[in-house]
């Protein structure tokens, strides 16, 4: 019998939600879960289940039972005739990479955070950049979920195909997610180069750089015309580095967090920091290559708060624009930097933000200097205006303002999602006051 815990505490990473569920449970077993959801009926009680916590929001709190998957973590399946893998759900991408590596294969793409499960990553709409490349639950071939009645179910595009499409990005709310199965690609090398521009340069050239690297991104200094423009390609080259280059950074930031602790003081300071930083850090070109999961990846050195909506690819330099503007007309508001800009293929995910359309992800943040909140409501507000202005829909992991009326307009297949949701779960056994905005 799956033994539960009382007196657990949950925080998310950052340390900006967490919660105090009334049971704790860590199974390791398909049948341990059927057991918690056995118990949950019984007890007319609410279900969530987390895996890393790196959310940067309340999605994964509850007052009920939690499940944590960090247990059920093992590789399945490797078919090397078809570069796919089979996984737990719980598994953690940073444990997942290196199996991989054993066997030759590799993740197409993926986000830059590692210590994330793979049913989280896809739940929750996880994505990277590249405008030949759809978010990371594209790359799920097949998945099978425990509903809330105990039953398993398993689909694919060629079996239950309406729940694969809900389920590809579930939010949490359609069961269990036990297993699936993901389309790899044979192992391979990126070379990652890194060089200063302008905003005017990179809006006026963005075809351009979008044709030019199959991993394109940059970052935005606000309170500036800086731009730190990302290439990422496949290459043949043998992993290489600078030494000095990480000390460089990773001093670098020990400062970045101590000032801006200081200009909680002096919010003036902001401008001065970002325009600081990068001819500091990222004024002159930089080559790096490694294994692909090696370079896409990177720490998160300190908590922040974060906002992430995916606009159509076609209106991006009209919202960039729009949000520099913004900033310049309110010169008390501090953005802290950088805006990243990253664009992603379109899908048919009923809850993808990418859905029927080719998408330009920007995303901003805060950081929390030491634990201390900075000021950011007037700054988040007003880029939630914008975003909604041009069409945008909010990464599902990342705190927003959004309501069900909000969803229904933004998602033409929303009213789909919810049919599905409410037939698998009809007591809302696996929602929480996050989902509850969603859909209610």
Known sequence: MVHGYKGVKFQNWAKTYGCSPEMYYQPTSVEEIREVLALARQQNKRVK????????????????FMIHMGKMNRILQVDKEKNQVTVEAGILLADLYPQLDKHGLAMSNMGAVSEVTIAGVIGSGTHNTGINHGILSTQVVSLTLMTADGAVVACSKSNNEELFQAA???????????????????????????????????????????????????????????????????????????????????????????????????????????????????????????????IFSY?????????????????????LLELKTMLEAHPKMVAHYPVEVR???????????????????????????????????????AYEAIMKKFGGRPHWAKAHSCTRKDFEHMYPAFPKFCAIREKLDPTG????????????
Request: aromatic fraction near 16%; glycine fraction near 4%; charge should be neutral.
């Open 49 to 64: 289940v987390v895996g890393g916590g790196h959310s940067p929001s309340d999605i994964a709190c509850t007052d009920g």
């Open 168 to 294: 590809q990005v579930h939010l949490g709310c359609l069961g269990v997610v036990l297993s699936l199965t993901l389309q790899c690609v044979p192992q391979f090398h990126l070379q990652e180069t890194t060089f200063p521009s302008t905003l005017k340069e990179v809006l006026d050239n963005l075809d351009s750089h979008l044709k030019k690297s199959e991993y394109f991104r940059f970052h935005w200094f606000p309170h500036s015309e800086n731009v730190r423009v990302i290439y990422q390609d496949h290459t043949n080259k043998p992993a290489s580095s600078s030494a000095s280059w990480f000390w460089d950074y990773a001093i670098g930031f020990y400062l970045l967090e101590f000032l801006l602790w200081i200009s909680t003081f002096l919010p003036c300071l902001v401008g001065w920091i970002n325009r600081c930083f990068f001819r500091l850090l990222f004024s002159v070109k930089r080559e790096s290559s490694n294994l692909s999961h090696k």
């Open 299 to 319: 720490e998160c050195l300190f908590q922040q708060h974060v906002q992430d909506w995916a606009i159509p690819r076609e209106k991006t330099k009209e919202v």
């Open 343 to 381: 664009f992603t293929k379109g899908d048919d995910i009923l809850l993808s933000p990418c859905f029927q359309r080719d998408s330009c992800y920007i995303n901003i943040i805060m950081y929390r200097p030491y634990g201390k909140d900075v000021p950011r409501l007037d700054y988040w507000l």
């Open 429 to 440: 056994m696996f929602l929480n006051a996050y989902l509850e905005k969603v859909f209610y």
